[in-house]
């Protein structure tokens, strides 16, 4: 008897958890759709414009998604010295040693076999920050900032949602760079990207903060996609007025 009511009680625990997470799952798809929605009015991601870029033009845009992606270690590091335990500093550096890319190329390496591709060599940029522009700064800068006025639980839900964008904005990525003409290892880097699982990783904790306080995760996830959209659109408008 005794037996039962604790599993019974087991199961309505179990039937909670599985709410929460279905709740959370519903709030993701509206918002995958919103995003994608929204990124599918940009003429970046129309190929049909993006084929008939300049060489200038695509010139820019290697020049300046360098610094949209190349400063994302700043987020990691802040998110790092913030973490609560090991187990969360671990995931961090996980992300870290992803983008080293083990016994394979870095990502730095990857995108550079993307530049090449265009006869480009960007490879100055790191140090010389010339295509840091003021629009991309300012789109690094808001997001160290949220993590510094977020708490953890917050902080951990802007990260999720970050990483969500892998698999959404890459697919939109990866059709504008065929669309350049580029092929073979010079698409590598997009589809590695891709395809990564770093949202999975975090999706554990993000039921955690869900269950803690929805609003947190629909805040963060709202200034994340909103943040990115807004800098998706400077970027389209200013390389197609180039
Ligand atoms: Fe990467
Ligand atoms: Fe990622």
Known sequence: ???????GAVTACDKTQ?????????????WDLEYKGKTK??????PSITAQYTDDQKEYFARTFYHIRGHFYKFLWMLGNNAPNKELKNQILYNIEEEFGGDSPSHEELYFEFTKALKLDITDEFLTEKNHLPFIK????KHLEWLKDNDWPGKWAAFSAYERLDNIDYANLLGLARSFGVTGHGLTFYIIHNKADHFDRTYQNLVEVWKLDQYKVKEAFGFIGSHQINMWKILSDTIQKR
């Open 41 to 46: 009015k940009l003429d970046l991601f129309n």
């Open 1 to 7: 008897m005794h037996s039962n009511i604790e599993e």
């Open 138 to 141: 300012e789109f690094n800068l």
């Open 18 to 30: 599985d709410d929460y997470s279905q709740s959370l799952r519903d709030f993701l798809t509206s």
